[in-house]
């Protein structure tokens, strides 16, 4: 008895009460438990059994909740991978997946065809959620003539795999983060718990649901039968309409949307009285940016610092105000330390490096013993993050230890100058990373998104170096960017900018 039993649960006792709504969409319990149903016996039809993996390509939709729903029903693994993946990148990560089906859009046949006959995927596999075209099966057509009865039950343990989660593949080949039914069994109740999530919330979700971020609000979602509503991407101006428009209850974003938002007037109390939680994931979120939130929109603000690997500290909105700079604590079950570089811990205010365990901890990265035995030491998850704790076991990030800076010979955190660029009024968003320098070996350089195009980037290099605590955090330059390159999920793409200024450098 895992997850498979959580849809036909609420379909049974919650019938009518509202599951999703998508778009122009509005499906109860009964209904989208139905939708599931067909899916499920279609998979079936086509050889899928439990363990079989089904890669998954697919922008934010029904029909991606509904495949999530079906692979918790039948015990088959679910590979979502992210559509700005193209040729190679598809390839290695379907084949490295053992994916026997491929679920897709009409938009990314152009992108799959040409290497179609590498993937080990039968040809009756290859499935459209839209579009009609030659070789390839209509996800709809198949569903049609499915039957929505519950599937033959299938024998899902808590130790079976629920889905393979490759990395953003920063360094290196991306990694397969396998999940099982139980961690994300342990994300429906822990987090409903941390986010004071029940059954008459409304959760809305603006962001991909490819990033593991969104299993924050999605498995409580499956877990206490509450309302779902899933936008098709990210539009500050369209989520406050329909946070409004809703009631909704609770939303998971990234740092670069909450900067969206704050950008608009009407992000505020008096718009979003319904709001009850609005928390931030995926990447620090600037204090200047907090600080605002935290005045818009008091008593809400909860902030997750995280691994995809599975483990998580969280600040809570009842910690917010008196520790603002903080990412929070271990939630109960998890445990943290802070260790140096030989694995010993150190006390608080020093840094080191965060590791930690718990619940959702992974049981490794799929086919890889070897990258497993390197991040998980004695059961303990190693993150590669820096941090320090205060006297209370708050957390405090410094940075990640591949963005650390050496200038001079001393450690420089790309974090600590950004603290402080974001101070400027015409600031709206910072990336610091550090650029190759003859005499220091390396110099930071902040990269910038202004609101006030009057400003020049040599005045507003002068006000960050004026701030700077040290010598050695002067930026050496500083660029302008009408936007930031962004991940599928959100995320700020630090190492693109770096890379796009050494080429121009060059």
Not at 45 to 53: Q, Y
Request: glycine fraction near 8%.
């Amino acid at each position: 008895m895992a997850l498979n039993t959580l849809l036909a649960r609420h379909a049974r006792y919650r019938a009518d009460h509202l599951a999703v709504v998508f778009e122009g969409t509005r499906l109860t319990w009964s209904e989208f438990n139905r939708r599931v149903n067909r899916l499920a016996n279609a998979l079936g039809a086509l050889g899928l059994e439990k363990d079989d993996k089904l890669a998954m390509v697919v922008d934010n939709s029904l029909e991606m909740l509904e495949i999530y729903q079906a692979v918790a029903k039948t015990g088959i693994v679910v590979v979502p991978l992210s559509p700005l993946l193209r040729g190679d990148g598809l390839i290695s990560l379907m084949n490295d997946a053992d994916a026997r089906a491929l679920i897709t859009m009409d938009r990314m046949v152009e992108h799959i065809a040409p290497v179609r006959e590498k993937l080990a995927i039968p040809d009756d596999r290859f499935i459209l959620i839209d579009g009609d075209r030659p070789g390839w099966r209509d996800y709809h057509a198949l569903t049609a003539v499915a039957p929505d009865s519950e599937p033959a039950a299938a024998a899902v343990a808590t130790d079976d795999v629920f889905n393979i989660i490759y990395s953003s593949g920063t360094t290196g080949q991306p990694k397969g983060i396998v999940h099982t039914h139980g961690i994300r069994e342990a994300y429906c109740t822990g987090f409903t718990a941390s986010y004071r999530i029940h059954p008459e919330s409304v959760i809305l979700h603006s962001g991909s649901l490819v990033f593991n971020g969104s299993f924050l609000t999605l498995m409580p979602h499956f877990y206490t039968g509450c309302s779902y509503v899933l936008m098709p991407a990210f539009d500050a101006d369209e989520m406050i309409r329909l946070m409004a428009a809703e009631g909704v209850t609770h939303v998971m974003t990234v740092p670069s949307q909450i900067i969206a938002l704050l950008e608009r007037a009407d992000f505020d109390e008096a718009h979003l009285g319904s709001l009850e939680m609005i928390c931030s994931v995926g990447a620090p979120l600037h204090l200047e940016h907090k600080q605002e939130l935290n005045r818009r929109l008091p008593n809400r603000f909860y902030e997750l610092y995280g691994l995809t690997e599975g483990f998580v500290t969280i600040l809570d909105r009842d910690d917010a105000q008196d520790k603002t700079g903080s990412v929070g604590v271990p939630p109960p079950l998890y445990e943290m330390r802070i260790v140096d570089d030989i694995g010993d811990d150190v006390p608080p205010g020093t840094v080191g490096e965060i590791v930690g365990r718990g619940p959702i901890t992974m049981p490794g990265y799929y086919k890889r013993p070897d990258l497993t035995a390197q991040a998980i030491k004695d059961g303990w998850l190693y993150s590669g993050d820096l941090g320090y704790v205060d006297d209370d076991g708050f957390l405090y990030l410094v940075d990640r230890k591949k963005d650390l800076i050496i200038s001079g010979g001393v450690n420089v955190y790309p974090r600590d100058i950004e603290e402080v660029a974001v101070q400027h009024p015409a600031v709206v968003d910072v990336a610091v990373f550090g650029a190759p320098d003859d005499r220091w070996g390396e110099s930071p350089v902040a990269a910038v998104r202004l609101s006030d195009p009057a400003v020049t980037a040599d005045d507003l290099r002068d006000w960050i170096n004026d701030r700077v605590s040290a010598r050695y955090q002067k930026v050496r330059e500083v660029l302008v960017r009408d936007d930031f390159p962004l991940s599928v999920a959100g995320k700020t793409l630090r190492r693109v900018i770096k890379a796009d200024y050494l080429e121009e450098s060059e």
